[in-house]
C-alpha cells in the first residue's frame, strides 16, 4: 500500500469535496499570551460592527465615555492582557453599569482585536458586509451550497456551516475564501483509496489512525477503511474549492463573510 | 414472533451486498425493525420493546469464545447508560452529558462527534445521563438534560433543530431515548423529585414543531382531576423518563408515569394521585389517551412506572390476546389486555409487603407497615428502569430484580420551590449503620452488602406470574437484559460482570469483568457476518464478538 501526499489532480476527485473545512477545529486565536502576535483586518472590521452596535451606547464611538477608560488611547482601569479583556467583556465590572455579554469565541476575537487597534482603524469607512447578500451570493453565484449545507439542509461531502460563524474567526473565514487550499483544516481533507480488489473510494477525511481511516465518500456514505486491505492511500493538500478572491469584489466577499458570521449554530 | 422468509432474506442481502440497504430509516423500517436483525433500529430494539434480536451466531454452545473486538472510552465521569444504535455498519451512542457520537460498529472508531452545551441550570435528580437515541431518514433525535429535544444529521452530526420543552431551572430535565413514531418524535420529561408537572409531547420529526402535548397530571378541566385535593396537582409529578413502547395495528403508544409529588409524604396529597405511577395508552397522531392504568395509587414509597412497557401477542386462556407485561418497581409482575388496560394478572417476584395482593382490577390491597417497620421493596425497588427482555421462543419474561431489600419510610411536610427537591421524606434502612441506598453504587466496593438486599435476573412464566428460574447475584443488579434467537440473555450488574446465561434455564455460560457498573442495557446487531454484543460499563462500551 502507498500512502503518500501528491498536489491535486482534478480527475482523480470529484468535484463536490469542498472541503472549506470551516465547521470543526481551532478558529480563534491563542488566549495564553499577553497580546495576540497578529490582528487581522477581517476580525477588527468584524469587531468595529460588533462594537457599533453593543458598546457605543456606554463607550461612545471613541471609546471614550467611561472615566478612566480610553480604548483609542490604550486606556484602561484594569485590563493588560488579551485575555483580561475578554474576562471583562464575558464577565462585567460588578458594581457599574458593565454588565456581561454572551459574545462566542470569534466575537469576543473580533472585539478584542478592534479595541487593540481603534487608533488605527477608520471605523466609519470599515467594509461593512450585509449578511443578507451574502446569503445570496451563497445560494446563487458563488454555488457554496452545492457542496455545503447549513444545518442539515444541502449536501454533506463538504462540511456543514451551520455554525461557522460560532466557530471560526472573521479573519479565518476570509483567509479561506480567498485561498482555500493553503487553509484547509487538515482532518477535512480530501483521500483517496484503492481496495486491493481495485475498487476506488473518494471521500473527505472525518478521522484517521494507524490502522484505520473514516471518510464521507462522494454517494454521502459514512465508510470506514481498514488501511490493510487497502492498495493506495492518498490525502491530497489541495482541495477543488475555487478561491473567490478574484470572482467577488472586496463588497461580495464582506458580504459573504457577514453571512457566514451570521451562522451561529442551531441554538 | 417468527423467523420470517422475509427476515431472512432481507438478512442474506444485507450480508451480499453491503451497501445496498444504506437507506434512509424510514418508518416503515422502523415497523419491521425485528425484520433486519443486523440492525438496532430504537432503543429497545423494536416498537414491541421485547429487547429479543433474531440474531444467533453467537449460541450457547460457542458464547464461550467470545472475545473484545473494541472498546469505546466516554469522555465523561458520569454514569454511561446508554443503548446505541446501529444502521448499516453505524453506531449511534450518545455519551454524559449530551453528546452524540457514530462509529465504525466493527471497530469502535469515530466519525464525528456532536457536543450540545448544556444549560448550567439543569439538575437532573439522579446523574446527569443519557440512554440513547432515535432515527428518522437521516436524522438523529436526542433528548437533553436540560429538557431541549434537538434533531442531528446522522451523515455529519450537525444539529439541524433544537426546541425547548420545559425550563430546566424548575427541575424538568430528560434522560430518555425518544420514540418515532411515523413523522413524530415523541418523548416526556423527567422531574419527579422537583415537583414538576409530567408531559408526553410530540414533534415533527422534519420541523420540530410540536404536534400534542398530554399532560399527566390533570388539571381542574380535565379527567382525573377529582384524584387530587386542591392546588397539590400543580407539582404533582408523574415524570416520564423512560422509552414508551408502539402496537402499529391499535395504533397506540404505551408510556410508564413516575412518583406524584412529593414522593414520600403521601399525607400532604390525598387521592389516588393519577395519573401517577400508571400506564397510559396514547394515540400517537392526537395524544387522546384511550386506557390508564394506575400500578400504584396514591404511592407514598417512589414506586415509579417507568419501566419499558413489553408486548407481546400470544394465547391467554386458550385465545390470541394483545397483551402488555410490566415488572413494576413496586414488586409485582403484571400482565394487562393492551387492547383495553383491562388486568388479567398480577404476582409478586420479589418480597413485598406493602400489599397483600392485587384485587380482581388489578388495585393492590394496601398494608401500610407501622412507622419504624422495614417496607418490602425499599426506595430503588424491586426493579427499575432497567429494560426488562421477552423471548418468543422460550415464552418467558426476564426481569433484573432486587431482592430483599426494603427501607423504613418516613414522610416528612415538604414546602414546594421551584427548583429545589420536592420529596418529603426521611427514609432510613433497616440495616444498622448503613446509609440509605443509592440506586447506584460507583466505586470498586460493595460498602452496602446485605443493607442492598442482593440481585437477581428472574424469568417469569406470563401465564402465572410463577418463576421459572432465578440467577442470583450478590449484590442488586442495575442491567438491562437482552435475549437472542439461540437462547442467549445477556445481563451486567453493579459488580461489573457481563454475563450470558441459558435463556431457558438460567445456567451461567459465559461471563467477563468488564470493570466498572453495569447501568445499561445490552444490545446486539451484525456486519460483514458476524455478531456483536454491546454493553456500556463503567466510561466505556464494550463490544464483543466470536473469536476468528
Known amino acids: 500500500m502507498k500512502i503518500r501526499c501528491y498536489p491535486f489532480r482534478a480527475i482523480a476527485l470529484f468535484a463536490a469535496v469542498c472541503a472549506l473545512s470551516l465547521a470543526q477545529g481551532p478558529g480563534v486565536q491563542a488566549q495564553g499570551q499577553d497580546r495576540a502576535p497578529e490582528y487581522y483586518k477581517a476580525d477588527i472590521q468584524y469587531g468595529a460592527q460588533i462594537f457599533a452596535s453593543q458598546c457605543t451606547a456606554c463607550h461612545g464611538t ?75 451570493l451563497f445560494n446563487g453565484v458563488g454555488n457554496c451550497a452545492s457542496c455545503h449545507a447549513v444545518n442539515g439542509k444541502g449536501p454533506r461531502v463538504a462540511p456543514d456551516l451551520g455554525d461557522v460563524g460560532a466557530v471560526r474567526t472573521a479573519d479565518l473565514l476570509h483567509r479561506k475564501l480567498v485561498d482555500p487550499a493553503d487553509n484547509l483544516l487538515p482532518v477535512n481533507r480530501s483521500v483517496r483509496a484503492v481496495t486491493k480488489e481495485g475498487k476506488t473510494i473518494n471521500g473527505r477525511r472525518l478521522n484517521e489512525d494507524t490502522y484505520s481511516v473514516q471518510l464521507v465518500d462522494e454517494q454521502e456514505h459514512l465508510v470506514s477503511l481498514t488501511k490493510s486491505d487497502l492498495r493506495e492511500f492518498t490525502v491530497l ?8 478572491k478574484d470572482k467577488f469584489n472586496a463588497q461580495e466577499l464582506a458580504d459573504i463573510e457577514a453571512y457566514l458570521l451570521s451562522l451561529k449554530g442551531v441554538k | 414472533m417468527k423467523y420470517s422468509q422475509r427476515t431472512s432474506f432481507l438478512l442474506a442481502l444485507s450480508l451480499l451486498i453491503p451497501f445496498a440497504l444504506r437507506a434512509q430509516v424510514t418508518s416503515e423500517r422502523l415497523l419491521h425493525a425485528t425484520d433486519e436483525p443486523q440492525n438496532w433500529l430504537t432503543y429497545s430494539g423494536s416498537y414491541a420493546s421485547q429487547r429479543h434480536s433474531l440474531l444467533k451466531q453467537v449460541d450457547p454452545s460457542n458464547v464461550k469464545n467470545l472475545e473484545l473486538k473494541w472498546v469505546f472510552q466516554a469522555q465523561s465521569l ?135 402535548k398530554f399532560d399527566t397530571i390533570p388539571d381542574p378541566d380535565q379527567p382525573g ?178 431482592e430483599n431489600y426494603g427501607t423504613i419510610f418516613a414522610g416528612v411536610k415538604a414546602d414546594y420551590v421551584a427548583g429545589t427537591r420536592f420529596t418529603g421524606g426521611a427514609n432510613m434502612s433497616p440495616v444498622a449503620g448503613a446509609e440509605n441506598p443509592t440506586g447506584t453504587r460507583t466505586g470498586p466496593v460493595n460498602t452496602y452488602t446485605e443493607a442492598m438486599g442482593s440481585g437477581a435476573v428472574v424469568a417469569i412464566d406470563p401465564a402465572t406470574g410463577d418463576k421459572k428460574w432465578k ?40 461471563k467477563q469483568n468488564l470493570g466498572g457498573e453495569i447501568i445499561a442495557g445490552p444490545m446486539t446487531y451484525q456486519v460483514d457476518g458476524k455478531q456483536y454484543v454491546t454493553i456500556a460499563s463503567g466510561n466505556g462500551l464494550f463490544t464483543f464478538a466470536l473469536r476468528e
Open chain 2, 225 to 402: 382531576h377529582d384524584t387530587w385535593r386542591g392546588g397539590d396537582w400543580e407539582h404533582g409529578g408523574g415524570a416520564v423518563w423512560m422509552t414508551g413502547s408502539y402496537d402499529p395495528e391499535l395504533n397506540l403508544t404505551y408510556w410508564g408515569t413516575g412518583n406524584p409529588g412529593p414522593d414520600w409524604n403521601a399525607e400532604q396529597r390525598p387521592g389516588d394521585n393519577l395519573y401517577s405511577d400508571s400506564v397510559l395508552a396514547l394515540d400517537p397522531d392526537t395524544g387522546k389517551m384511550k386506557w390508564y392504568f394506575q400500578f400504584t395509587p396514591h404511592d407514598p414509597y417512589d414506586y415509579d412506572s417507568v419501566q419499558v412497557p413489553v408486548l407481546v401477542n400470544s394465547n391467554w386462556n386458550g385465545a390470541p390476546r394483545k397483551l402488555l407485561m410490566w415488572g413494576n418497581r413496586n414488586g409485582f409482575f403484571y400482565v394487562l389486555d393492551r387492547s383495553t388496560g383491562k388486568f388479567l394478572n398480577g404476582k409478586p417476584f420479589v418480597k413485598v409487603n406493602w400489599a397483600s395482593g392485587l384485587d380482581a382490577n388489578g388495585r393492590p390491597i394496601a398494608t401500610p407497615q407501622p412507622a419504624g417497620a422495614t417496607t418490602y421493596p425499599g426506595i430503588q425497588g424491586a426493579t427499575n428502569w432497567y429494560s426488562p427482555s421477552y423471548s418468543p421462543r422460550t415464552g418467558l419474561f426476564y426481569i433484573s430484580a432486587w
Open chain 1, 62 to 136: 471613541s471609546g471614550d465615555l467611561i472615566p478612566g477608560v480610553n480604548f483609542r488611547a490604550g486606556v484602561f482601569k484594569r485590563v493588560v492582557t488579551d485575555n483580561d479583556l475578554r474576562a471583562t467583556i464575558t464577565t462585567g465590572v460588578p458594581g457599574t453599569e458593565m454588565r456581561p455579554f454572551t459574545f462566542g469565541a470569534s466575537e469576543l476575537t473580533g472585539i478584542v482585536s478592534y479595541l487593540r487597534n481603534m487608533n488605527s482603524t477608520d471605523a466609519k469607512n470599515a467594509m461593512i458586509g450585509n449578511a443578507g447578500r451574502g446569503k445570496e
Open chain 2, 471 to 510: 440467577y442470583e447475584m450478590h449484590d442488586v443488579n442495575t442491567s438491562g437484559i437482552l435475549t437472542t434467537e439461540s437462547d442467549l440473555l445477556f445481563v451486567g450488574g453493579r459488580e461489573g460482570y457481563f454475563q450470558a446465561l441459558d435463556a431457558r434455564t438460567g445456567t451461567l455460560l459465559w
Open chain 2, 78 to 212: 458520569q454514569k454511561f447508560e446508554t443503548t446505541p444504535l446501529v444502521i448499516d455498519g453505524i453506531m449511534y451512542l450518545t455519551q454524559s452529558p449530551n453528546d452524540v457520537i457514530a462509529v465504525d460498529a466493527k471497530t469502535g472508531r469515530a466519525f464525528w462527534v456532536y457536543h450540545y452545551a448544556t444549560s448550567p441550570a439543569s439538575r437532573p435528580c439522579c446523574g446527569i445521563v443519557n440512554r440513547g437515541l432515535a432515527i428518522l431518514g437521516d436524522t438523529l433525535f436526542m433528548a437533553t438534560v436540560d429538557a431541549h429535544l434537538i434533531a442531528i444529521d446522522s451523515k455529519d452530526g450537525h444539529a439541524i433543530w433544537n426546541v425547548k420543552l420545559a425550563e430546566a431551572s424548575a427541575g424538568y430535565a430528560m434522560t430518555m431515548a425518544p420514540l418515532v413514531v411515523k413523522d413524530k418524535v415523541i418523548l416526556g420529561v423527567a422531574g419527579g423529585e422537583f415537583g414538576v408537572r409530567g408531559f408526553i409531547s410530540a414533534f415533527e420529526a422534519q420541523s420540530g414543531k410540536q404536534v400534542w
Open chain 1, 237 to 244: 493538500k489541495t482541495t477543488p474549492m475555487p478561491s473567490y
